[in-house]
């Protein structure tokens, strides 16, 4: 069975119930045969259009990072990076890929996306229904509790959005972690499942769909798959040894307009732009 289910809404509670040997398999990555693993593959024929990312330039990236969320802040990069044992919260340079600062997420926390908001840090856990709140010192100052899993998380600046790896985008209240409403992503009549890494730009939800190379360009309001972004031809298959190494991690600079991608356990973090729609603001690709 495709673990997608497209045509079908995958609600969390079916992925936690039905599907958690699969993911457990999904998130192991490196420690699966990897012949029982997955490849990077393409959903069904999209309904949106789909528009191909260009490169302005890339960066170096540290391979030992497993990409879960990712976000640019005050000059940084700020990036949650999980599998147990092996989980950060860090700040890197953009020009080196240089880890500035970092602390350690102890097991058996697993962790996941991301998301600035109110001059603090919130990082999800995968299983463990719990967030970690953080000051920009890196001071963890308090916990914050959500149902189900954690995937992605970004901000519209009202709402933390969280994506559990369903279909579904859920709008959380900051201050309690409330469900404010839900929201059902679709491409057409199609629903889109496995929606991970997020990110808030222009007025659109971005997201990584796993295992794919597309990111999603979602309309906030209705749901709706407005764009496809095509990321397939940045990293090589010969740079990705372990299996899971697929795209995660979207990063906006809001000031310059500039784009950032990437992927767990990938050596390179690259400078994009979609034409009419975001990125440019950098220099030429060299």
Sequence with gaps: MSPRLLGAARPATLLAMGLLAFCSCKRAGGNQDPDKIPPVDQPPRPVAPVTAASVVRSYPHDTAAFTQGLLWHDGALYESTGREGRS???????????????????????????????????????????????????????????????WGLTTDGRSMILSDGSNQLRFLDPATWTVQR??????????????????????????????????????PQTGKVKAWVELTGL???????????????IAYDAEHDRLFVTGKLWPALFEITVPGVAGGGGAPAR
């Excluded at 001059?119 to 308090?142: A, K, V």
């Excluded at 990293?235 to 991690?249: K, M, S, T, Y």
């Design 182 to 219: 839900t929201l059902d992503v679709m491409d057409g009549t199609e629903y889109v499942n496995d929606i991970n890494e997020l990110e808030w730009v222009k007025g659109e939800v971005w997201a990584n769909v796993w295992h794919t190379e597309r990111i999603a360009r979602i309309d």
């Design 235 to 249: 990293l090589d298959a010969g740079q990705r040894p372990d299996p899971e190494a697929v795209p995660n991690g």
């Design 88 to 150: 950060t919260l860090r700040k890197a340079e953009l020009e080196t890929g240089k880890v500035l600062q970092r602390i350690d997420v102890p097991s058996p926390y697993f962790a996941e996306g991301l998301a600035l908001f109110g001059g603090r840090l919130y990082q999800l856990t995968w299983q463990n229904q719990q967030g970690f709140i953080y000051g920009l010192d890196f001071r963890q100052q308090s916990t914050f509790a959500y149902q189900g899993e954690g």
